[in-house]
């Protein structure tokens, strides 16, 4: 009667599923699938269950985006989980499936195994995929498997310089990288919806703005006022810009004035409350931005772009306020030093071509070229030598999400031959090209990339020197939580430094970021490492972190605040004639509404910068696809959340109070990617 019983219940224990498996297909155009899927699932020690066909009749398993759940027995000795093993055949009319992930849920304990994949899963090739699939390459116990797919990867991302001199970037926009929801993306067709569904369209002509009240009229329809319309005339607005506004990563203290910037002291004393220009200067009252990569930029149509040098003076109540402005790099009696004590639209007229060469580097360097077009080649070079199994690949990935499309598509409409950069930037497309080669000799990883170093480099690090510069306090708050979160991650799996040493994708990535862009490499300088190689946790670290602050901290600042800069035309034009003035002669507000481009060109500038200000993908921190499921990392992001979280409450309760709040960097609003 005891053996029956023990048979019985040996005979239920076999019948009863001690596992059910979920299985989900990844959001991506043609990731469900109609071919046949099986599963086996693999424990600790060796053993594996039955091959179980992952197919329910009375349902279409396998959907895009959808979630599928089935049944698996093992025997009873059978451990924890570690391995699963999956296949497909080629039935079916669409028989290509990506797979975001596997869950193995233990139906007694509770217990849940996640297997991320987040692959295109080829037919009649058997995937192994390890617990957490985090390994570096020298654990991983499918090393072949995962050369293969890194061979394949390799094919599809490649490495092309397609303007000469210019930024290295993908040969082409391989398939995996393709907008998920493309119609909410295709900016042209969007900007037509927008004009189509307003009464600006009446307003598209070549027409000059007759006076400040008929630009302002624009605003009755659907485009809302942009702030800065009530302080665009105001020195301290002009101040705040630099601070604050969609470029503010030029302003340096100012140790000396230069030789070519010909302020004298009698020029500037009056507006120094009281000091000397040489007291000023040693108690570190004085800033300066020097635009001389500007100099002799050849743009479109012969347009002349100012390369302009501009001094600032930190005044009692700790605002920064404008007391020089020469619009060319070289003195001159046909170059004036612009003062405040101009007349009224002379002054004006010299901060409008101030703000104009301040926007073509703006779009050309800060926007274009150092996040878009840089992050571009770092995206590629990623994908080729780091494993999907990689955990820095894994902790990159969610801020590569549509980098590439968004490169691939937007830009290049946007920088056309006559396209929107030709039509409303006086720097013009090619123009633009050169000003991001020029800046690409200058950016290092170590110095620029590194937000704090950045500060460091320009002597505006000190909160005691520069106080009120949100951007700074904010950026280095954020760089920081990330630089933490990477740490957890980075330190968790390196361990030992000989695993950094040793770990062969690592150092190819590092080899192809900095090898000559004339060689086919990224071209990268100031990379972290030493002897050609990485070599400490912190080297690591600082390279990740460089890469998922540009893709959020660095884009979110430079392009969230275009229609805000951009969409009042005289705050921050894009584009202004030739005219610009030789001498402080008096001027009227008739020359100002002169310069400023026509009704067409207006509209079209205002409606862009809104549409490429609108928030793309998710919050930082909170991730489109979650690839890293290990505990350790679990914690990390949580941590990283909640340091976000506490950032987001220090700027709040900073702008509640503030005249000109700062929310660009409010962590809420940074998306994980450069999505637009």
Not at 71 to 95: K, Y
Not at 153 to 181: C, N, T
Not at 305 to 320: C, G, M, S, V, Y
């Amino acid at each position: 009667m005891k053996r029956e019983i023990i048979k019985a219940r040996e005979i239920r224990l076999l019948n009863t599923p001690q596992f059910e498996v979920h299985v989900v297909t990844g959001d991506r155009r043609g990731a469900g699938t109609d071919a046949n899927v099986w599963l086996v699932i693999h424990d600790d020690l060796g053993r594996k269950s039955p091959s179980v066909k992952l197919n329910k009749w009375w349902r279409n398993d396998h959907e895009r985006d959808t979630e599928s759940v089935y049944e698996v027995t093992v025997s009873e000795r059978f451990g924890p989980v570690s391995q699963i093993e999956f296949w497909r055949d080629a039935v079916g009319f669409g028989d290509d499936w990506f797979v975001d992930r596997f869950e193995v849920h233990n139906v007694s304990t509770k217990e849940v195994y996640y297997f991320p994949v987040h692959r295109w899963v080829a037919a009649d090739v058997h995937y192994f995929i390890n617990e957490y699939d985090c390994t570096l390459p020298r654990d991983d116990r499918n090393k072949e498997q995962r050369q293969a797919e890194l061979n394949r990867i390799r094919e599809e991302y490649q490495i092309k310089v397609h303007v000469p001199g210019g930024p290295a970037q993908s040969w082409k926009l391989p398939q995996d990288e393709m907008f998920k929801g493309d119609y909410k993306w295709d900016i042209m067709k969007t900007k037509g919806n927008l004009l189509l569904t307003t009464s600006l369209i009446n307003l598209v002509s070549k027409d000059k703005w007759k006076s400040l009240e008929d630009l302002k009229s624009i605003y009755k329809f659907s485009l809302e006022e942009p702030k800065c319309v009530k302080y665009w005339t105001e020195d301290k607005w002009f101040g705040l810009q630099r601070v604050q506004g969609a470029n503010p990563v030029l302003i340096s203290l100012c140790t000396e004035i230069p030789s070519k910037f010909g302020v004298e002291p009698e020029m500037v004393e009056p507006f120094l409350e009281g000091l000397t220009l040489e007291k000023a200067l040693s108690q570190k009252r004085l800033f300066i931005v020097d635009l001389e990569i500007l100099k002799d930029i050849s743009c479109r149509d012969a347009r002349l772009l100012t390369a302009p040098l501009a001094l600032f003076f930190l005044n009692d109540r700790k605002e920064l306020m404008p007391i020089a402005i020469q619009l060319f790099q070289d003195k001159g009696p046909d170059n004036p030093v612009f003062l405040p004590s101009d007349s009224k639209y002379t002054w004006l007229l010299a901060k409008l071509y101030y703000n104009n060469a301040d926007a073509s580097y703006h779009q050309s360097c800060t926007h274009l070229g150092f996040t878009h077009l840089l992050m571009e080649g770092v995206v590629v070079c990623t994908h080729r030598n780091l494993s999907l199994s990689h955990p820095l690949f894994k902790l990159m990935a969610p801020h590569f999400l549509y980098l590439l499309a968004i490169n691939g598509r937007e830009l290049g409409s946007l920088l056309s031959e006559n396209g929107w950069v030709d039509t409303t930037m006086t720097v013009g497309r090619c123009g633009m090209f050169e000003l991001v080669k020029r800046g690409f000799k200058k950016w290092q990883v170590d110095v620029n990339g590194i937000i704090p170093n950045d500060f460091k480099a320009r002597n505006v690090d000190d909160p005691t020197v520069l106080p009120n510069y949100p951007y700074r306090d904010d950026s280095i708050a954020i760089y920081k939580a990330i630089h933490n979160y990477v740490t957890r991650v980075v330190q968790f799996y390196y361990d030992d430094p000989q695993k950094i040493i040793e770990d062969d994708e690592l150092q190819n990535w590092r080899a192809e970021l900095v090898l000559s862009r004339d060689d086919g490499g990224i071209g990268l300088v100031g990379v972290p490492g030493q002897d050609v190689k990485f070599t400490t946790v912190e080297q690591v670290t600082d390279m990740v972190t460089v890469v998922i602050a540009i893709c959020s901290i660095g884009h979110a600042a430079a392009n969230f605040l275009q229609y805000e800069e951009y969409g009042f035309p005289p705050n921050y034009p894009g584009i202004l004639p030739s005219e610009v003035p030789k001498d402080k002669g008096p001027h009227t507000l008739q020359d100002v509404l002169k310069v400023l481009p026509d009704k067409e060109t207006s509209l079209d500038i205002m409606v862009i910068t809104k549409l490429l200000s609108r928030l793309g993908t998710k919050p930082l921190g909170d991730f489109e696809v979650k690839y890293l499921y290990h505990p350790v990392c679990v914690k990390a992001a949580e941590k990283f959340r909640a340091e976000l979280k506490d950032i987001t409450a220090n700027i709040q309760a900073r702008n509640e109070s503030a005249e000109f709040p700062y929310p660009w960097l409010d962590p809420r609003i940074i998306p994980n990617s450069i999505s637009i």
